[in-house]
């Protein structure tokens, strides 16, 4: 259960998932939109975790379009929306879009007037408590450079003058991190307010879009941000989004510092290493003399990034930098860990092999600012 204080944020609660997607369709393009969604339609009710979907149109503007869904929770859905089958399933609807919204929430109450209840039966795939928020909104994006581009990558990446803060009356950057792992970067944002909104608020920026031009020769999956559709298909394979977010419920340390930690995943188990350290995480804020102060864990495939705030050094507590501090963790994340894409292969039950692995998944950070900074 959440702490009075505690900040936590996860898709890994167990409950059903509403996911709702408000569209904008230019005029002229309702038949093949219809199209397009029945094609969408018949691709994803085979896909496992989802239960229904809903495709409704505005009764005040015949151009704006409602489609929600239904999943069994958030991680089968998470799964489908960054696959690739997902970005060619909807790549037909592209043409007939102007704009698009979507939102995602767990399903904490619900009525059913026609029929009673037991408590077990109203509480199954419900959310169990009201989580505690903070206002922010986190997420992710991750791309690959080409080998032996990383260190002009990094020096265009850290040179850019960060955009206006403010977006709107509600909607303010908050924080950007940016680190790299040999040639993968991630770039992790938080965000007061509309995410989507600060995220076109930032691709707008001339001085951003300087550095994305810069390093579009260096990047290993071309990209033409001129064209509308190329820049969707890009960014939407770049998308590493926060599935757990963790802040302990204490007053926050003067001396913290972010650290990104890299996990590859065996293939296949990205989303159950993500659950573990999540899971971990929660044990983590919950101690109070531990050095890790929040933490954020992105995931996308088998790609596991945590975003860590931790006071002192990290090899200062290697296991709970590492987020396995506890019998058996350590052995649990090497059944999930990619140690060969890593290079540490081998149990974790040794002080060279725990330190070896942090040194290893430790990101090099390339810029942290925060909104006071811009």
Known sequence: MTMPGRISQSAFDGSRLRVILLLDLYEGAQEQFLD??????????????????????????????????????????????????????????????????????????ETHPDRPLTPQAAAAGLQSAARVGDGVARHALTFTVKPGSESKVAEHLAAYRSPKAQVDDTTRLRRTSLFMHGNRVVRAVEVEGDLLAALRHVARQPEVRAVEEAINPYLEQDRDLTDPDSARVFFTRAALPAVHHVAAGRPEPADLRRHALYYPAVEGRGMDLARFLAHQDEAAAADPDGPVFASTVFQRDDIVVRLVDVTGDLDL????????????????????????????????DSERNLNRLLAHADMLPVTDRSSADS
Not at 69 to 91: C, D, K, Q, Y
């Open 36 to 109: 397009a969604y029945e094609h969408m339609r018949n691709q994803v009710a085979s896909v496992p975790g989802h239960i229904s979907d809903q495709l409704c149109q505005s009764i005040e503007n015949p151009s704006q379009w409602l489609i929600t869904s239904e999943w069994e929770s958030a991680p089968p859905f998470l799964a489908w929306v960054n696959s690739e089958e997902h970005v060619e399933t909807v790549r037909p609807m592209h043409s007939c879009v102007r704009d698009t919204r979507s939102m995602r929430y767990s399903v904490l109450r």
């Open 317 to 348: 507590d290697p296991l709970a930098a590492l987020g396995i501090k506890g019998p058996g963790k350590a052995a649990e994340l090497r059944g999930l860990l990619d140690g060969a894409a890593i290079g540490v292969e081998g149990a974790l």
